[in-house]
């Protein structure tokens, strides 16, 4: 079973920055397609962003771009989320996830793994 891990969460104002970071041990871990996901109290869980196994593409939610940016270290088998200009939408847990089915994964049941989750609160 791969096992993720989130932290870099917190409290933040809006406008603040936060970066995430998924860790694994897993020796695939530069086979995979990575992605993050979040979820809302009383919402679904929704698509973030999502980058290949080599980090050549990402894609990005609407609601994100331009200021959210994935990346990832295969090097350290570690996944980022640098969260710029937050604001008080962007509360929710943030959860990272791997799939090995698909080089670009946008959608939840394309995913493999999971973590646990992370919790953002952006406060005005």
């Known amino acids: 079973q791969v096992q993720l891990v989130e932290s870099g969460g917190g409290l933040v104002r809006a406008g603040d920055s936060l970066r995430l970071s998924c860790a694994t041990s897993e020796r695939a871990f530069s086979s995979y397609a990575m992605g993050w996901f979040r979820q809302a109290p009383g919402k679904e869980r929704e698509f973030v962003a999502t980058?290949?196994?080599?980090?050549?593409?990402?894609s990005y939610a609407d609601s994100v771009k331009g200021r959210f940016t994935i990346s990832r270290d295969n090097a350290k088998k570690t996944m980022y989320l640098q969260m710029n200009s937050l604001k008080r939408e962007d509360t929710a847990i943030y959860y990272c996830a791997a799939s090995y089915r698909v080089i670009l994964a946008l959608n939840a049941d394309e995913y493999d793994h999971w973590g646990q989750g992370t919790q953002v609160t952006v406060s005005s």
């Open positions: 980058i290949t196994w080599n980090g050549g593409r990402t």
